[in-house]
């Protein structure tokens, strides 16, 4: 039977024989068409769409949703043609039939994807994936990333792992006073087969915070090298085996961050209460929805660093944002420092509600959330 189904758009009878042949030992059922037409795509979701580039006169046309693969096929090295097609979202160009071995190959490697996929859909794993996100740097990620998973490992005695995926300058390691010595760069060699051995190999465990905590390479130039889906295998194999895993997120959006946003069950927003914390709130917002990451109940708002002196109001700010606001963090720079420098823990045991300001909103903001996502 075949998994996958495919649409080859083509007048050439001989490469629809050729294709259909070459695609047998691959599960894929191809359909094949001599024009394009919008609605084929409305009938009937495609894993693939293959394009012969001799019958498309311009590819930008070609709307192909983004759950489905493109692949050109052309029989000459025309350059100009194939880099229209790349910018059309096109996966690769293949040289045809020529280059049948490496078509194969590909096809090989993305039914795999598929089959990882949908592995991991139907539930592998039931922990929670939480990322804490803000356009705006200096907001508070990482210290309430740490401490909102503190609170959950401490106070709600539930496994955590928190990975830290900011490429460079993350420091959360800092926050736990820890130094380690291995990152998730390590588990490149064996990401095929990656399983939660591996994790804990490269992750260490937080005596104090009774957590385990993975950081990312601190060498740009390895951190260029790490493939997205490192990442979301190491998610969603962390998944079957911690209750919650924290994601700590730098501002800027590349492939490990976007990655991260992707595989989180909820998500976490940092705002400061001003004018530029707004502004940037308004981009996250329009990049959310466009990427629909954070949708029905799976984003909260923060707000951090409130202070006395603030005019704005929670429900100001709710009516700014139009949206529900699910915590106020208190700012208490030098009631926490102490605690910063030396890495310790903001909780010691169950009954412990924290000893400043922001420890308290803290257990507050975990309390209620698990009350919202595990009932
Ligand atoms: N509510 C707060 N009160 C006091 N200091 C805070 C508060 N939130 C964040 N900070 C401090 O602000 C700095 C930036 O926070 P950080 O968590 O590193 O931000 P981000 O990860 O968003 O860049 C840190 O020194 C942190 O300790
Ligand atoms: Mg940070």
Same mark, same amino acid.
């Given at each position: 039977m075949s998994n996958f189904k495919g649409l080859f758009i083509s007048k050439n009878q001989v490469?629809?024989?050729?294709?259909?042949?070459?695609? %047998?030992?691959?599960? *894929?059922?191809?359909?094949?068409? @001599?024009d394009w037409k919008r609605t084929f795509l409305e009938q009937q979701h495609y894993h693939y769409i293959f394009v012969d580039l001799e019958t498309i006169d311009d590819p930008r046309k070609l709307q192909v949703?983004?759950?489905s693969i493109l692949i050109g096929l052309t029989s000459e090295h025309d350059f100009e043609i194939g880099r229209?097609?790349?910018?059309? +979202?096109?996966?690769?160009? /293949?040289?045809?039939?020529?280059e049948e071995h490496r078509l194969n190959h590909l096809i090989k490697e993305l039914n795999n994807q598929f089959l990882f996929q949908k592995e991991a859909e139907s #539930?592998?794993?039931? #922990?929670?994936?939480?990322?804490?996100? @803000?356009?705006? #740097? +200096?907001? #508070?990620k990482t210290l309430l990333a740490s401490m909102v998973a503190q609170s959950l490992s401490i106070h709600q005695q539930l496994k955590v792992l928190v990975i830290d995926l900011n490429a460079q300058f993350g420091n959360i390691e800092v926050l736990f006073g820890s130094q380690p010595f291995r990152s998730y760069y390590d588990l490149i060699p064996v990401m095929e087969e990656?399983?939660?051995?591996? *994790?804990? %190999?490269?992750?260490?465990? *937080?005596e104090e915070a009774n957590l385990t905590l993975i950081t990312g390479p601190t060498d740009p130039a390895k951190a260029e090298q790490?493939?997205?889906?490192? /990442?979301s295998r190491l998610i969603r194999v962390a998944k079957s085996q911690y209750d919650f895993v924290i994601l700590d997120l730098p501002t800027s959006i590349n492939n490990l961050s976007f990655t991260g946003l992707n595989e989180a069950t909820h998500v976490h927003y940092v705002l400061t209460p001003d004018s530029l914390g707004l502004r940037a709130y308004k981009y996250a917002a329009e990049m959310f929805d466009r990427f629909q990451i954070g949708k029905n109940d799976n984003l909260s708002i923060i707000v951090n660093r409130v202070h006395s002196k603030l005019e704005l109001t929670e429900k100001d700010i709710s009516k700014i944002l139009d949206r529900e606001v699910h915590g106020l963090i208190h =700012?208490?720079?030098? =009631? *926490?420092?102490?605690?910063? %420098?030396m890495g310790g823990a903001f909780f010691k045991k169950v009954k412990d509600k924290g000893s400043t300001k922001v420890a308290k909103d803290v257990k507050k903001y975990s309390d209620e959330l698990i009350k919202r996502t595990m009932r």
């Amino acid at each position: 039977m075949s998994n996958f189904k495919g649409l080859f758009i083509s007048k050439n009878q001989v490469w629809k024989e050729q294709l259909s042949n070459l695609l %047998n030992d691959d599960q *894929i059922e191809l359909t094949t068409v @001599s024009d394009w037409k919008r609605t084929f795509l409305e009938q009937q979701h495609y894993h693939y769409i293959f394009v012969d580039l001799e019958t498309i006169d311009d590819p930008r046309k070609l709307q192909v949703p983004s759950t489905s693969i493109l692949i050109g096929l052309t029989s000459e090295h025309d350059f100009e043609i194939g880099r229209e097609l790349l910018v059309a +979202g096109a996966k690769d160009l /293949i040289l045809f039939p020529e280059e049948e071995h490496r078509l194969n190959h590909l096809i090989k490697e993305l039914n795999n994807q598929f089959l990882f996929q949908k592995e991991a859909e139907s #539930g592998y794993g039931t #922990g929670q994936v939480h990322a804490f996100y @803000s356009a705006k #740097g +200096g907001s #508070g990620k990482t210290l309430l990333a740490s401490m909102v998973a503190q609170s959950l490992s401490i106070h709600q005695q539930l496994k955590v792992l928190v990975i830290d995926l900011n490429a460079q300058f993350g420091n959360i390691e800092v926050l736990f006073g820890s130094q380690p010595f291995r990152s998730y760069y390590d588990l490149i060699p064996v990401m095929e087969e990656m399983d939660i051995r591996h *994790i804990q %190999n490269i992750g260490q465990y *937080i005596e104090e915070a009774n957590l385990t905590l993975i950081t990312g390479p601190t060498d740009p130039a390895k951190a260029e090298q790490i493939p997205d889906e490192l /990442i979301s295998r190491l998610i969603r194999v962390a998944k079957s085996q911690y209750d919650f895993v924290i994601l700590d997120l730098p501002t800027s959006i590349n492939n490990l961050s976007f990655t991260g946003l992707n595989e989180a069950t909820h998500v976490h927003y940092v705002l400061t209460p001003d004018s530029l914390g707004l502004r940037a709130y308004k981009y996250a917002a329009e990049m959310f929805d466009r990427f629909q990451i954070g949708k029905n109940d799976n984003l909260s708002i923060i707000v951090n660093r409130v202070h006395s002196k603030l005019e704005l109001t929670e429900k100001d700010i709710s009516k700014i944002l139009d949206r529900e606001v699910h915590g106020l963090i208190h =700012s208490d720079f030098f =009631s *926490i420092q102490p605690t910063l %420098n030396m890495g310790g823990a903001f909780f010691k045991k169950v009954k412990d509600k924290g000893s400043t300001k922001v420890a308290k909103d803290v257990k507050k903001y975990s309390d209620e959330l698990i009350k919202r996502t595990m009932r």
